[in-house]
Nanobody, 116 residues
């Protein structure tokens, strides 16, 4: 059972990045998947989640700029981030939430830095 995130980096304000997270293990096949972030000195917060059927939920701060999607055949979740702002700078974590696992599983974080 593993979640492997990739795609972070340094980008200028207004730019775009695409994060990917591959979830290994059949336990994730039908599980909701999501992205969270944690900025220095702040608590981890939800960015976006997506169900197996494609229902999505976004934090107000990213609505209209970020898009979450998933490829169920590959057990992979993506986060397309457009119009990035310096306040989007954070470590981004993916999470899988199988219904029978309290607390779910977290992947390692990937750093996103947006320069002004």
């Amino acid at each position: 059972v593993q979640l492997q995130a990739s795609g972070g980096g340094l980008v200028q304000a207004g730019g775009s990045l695409r994060l990917s997270c591959a979830a290994s293990g059949s336990i994730f096949r039908f599980a909701p998947l999501g992205w969270y972030r944690q900025a220095p000195g702040k608590q981890r917060e939800l960015v976006a989640t997506i169900t197996f059927g494609g229902n999505t939920n976004y934090a107000d701060s990213v609505k209209g700029r970020f898009t979450i999607s998933r490829d169920n055949a590959k057990n992979t979740v993506y986060l397309q981030m457009n119009s990035l702002k310096p306040e989007d700078t954070a470590v981004y974590y993916c999470k899988g939430s199988p219904s029978n696992v309290a607390g779910g599983y977290w992947g390692q974080g990937t750093q996103v830095t947006v320069s002004s």
